[in-house]
């Protein structure tokens, strides 16, 4: 897919995206599709769905090295489609308390995790969350992380003004 596809997929109406894509999941403010076996995009249903979708581009292309191997990658971005790497979601509770249990003793882990929700103003309930996380590579990966804190709100609506990569 180039750039010139993406900027069409990003027009279709919800009815078109449901007749081409396969459907993954939804959340309050997006949709999720495969794209291909190797990618997902991500549909906003509303303002906040586009917001989130500035979020996670952000977060995904700012973040240290160190705390991007704990991100899904972002790969595309317009505030009207956000296309990422496809992982496996945890969706199963007993899954995700074994994913939690891998990283029991690295203090590193939660340090980073830590760092990564105050540092880019992340709320800790979605990061927490067992649908938040998946399986790309064989690594745990947050797969949703577009929801701000509080603190988040207002520091994204000055950050995100238009898409900061493609």
């Keep these: 897919m180039n750039d010139d596809d993406l900027m069409k997929i990003s027009a279709f109406s919800q009815k078109k995206l449901f007749k081409s894509f396969v459907y993954l999941g939804e959340g309050g403010a997006r949709i999720v599709f495969a794209l291909n076996n190797d990618l997902v995009i991500k549909v906003p249903k509303n303002k906040f769905g586009i917001f989130q979708n500035g979020i996670e581009s952000y977060v995904f292309h700012h973040a240290e090295e ?90 994204y609506k000055h950050q995100i003004t238009e898409p900061d990569s493609r």
């Design 66 to 155: 160190r705390l991007k191997k704990y991100l899904c990658p972002v790969t595309w971005y317009t505030p009207e489609l956000l296309v990422a790497v496809r992982a496996i979601p945890i969706d199963d509770h007993e899954e995700y308390l074994k994913c939690l249990r891998t990283f029991c003793g690295n203090i590193t882990f939660y340090e980073d995790i830590l760092t990564l929700s105050k540092t880019y103003f992340l709320a800790k309930d979605d990061i927490r969350a067992t649908s938040s996380w998946g399986i790309h590579d064989g690594k745990k990966v947050l797969i949703d992380y577009g929801c701000p804190s509080k603190r988040g709100h207002e520091f």
